[in-house]
């Protein structure tokens, strides 16, 4: 099974999980699509020899280019790790039920719509919740709001930070994230 990761950023996520399925002979890593030309994601990706695609909203809005490589490449599964913009329908109709995204929080959750980043620790610390956590879910055509697959969860503590609540958060992302993707491909129809 191959799957392609799209990321914007740092790439932990992307980084953890092509190393989890190194030693997994029937799963890999085929490739990495970015969508910021600086994405240190690009430099962990080079690390391990996997190819690597950069495109902009042009290419992301004309559906040759993306669904092109995906389709020849004979990608399996779409992991989304970090990446900040919403998946175009045509792409997500090319691959019903096979994108997932990992959220740094439990949704449904407070705070605006599509946030990432330090903003969603910061909100649910506003909103003075006692827990958060990661959530894995599809993505169909609305940002966030696909069906939710696994989740997993963490105290916030009197005084903590969104730097504190990252740090936790993260953890929980490396500790989950590959194994929920190997278990669904493991039970995908091919
Ligand atoms: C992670 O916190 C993930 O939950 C969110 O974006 C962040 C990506 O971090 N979707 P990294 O680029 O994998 O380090």
Redesign the pocket.
Known sequence: KKIAIF?S??????ENIIQYFLSKPEISVDSVFCNVAEAY?LKRAEKYNIPTFLFNREDLKNQEKVLQILQERQIDFIVL??FLWLMPSFIVSAFPNRIIN???ALLPHHGGKGM?GMKVHEAVIAAGEKESG?TIHYINNQYDKGDPIFQARCPVEAGETPESLAKK??AL?YAHFPRVIEEILQNLKS
């Open positions: 990321a950023g740092s790439g932990s996520n992307a994601v790790a970090g990992i959220h740094p990432y990661i958060v993260h992302e």
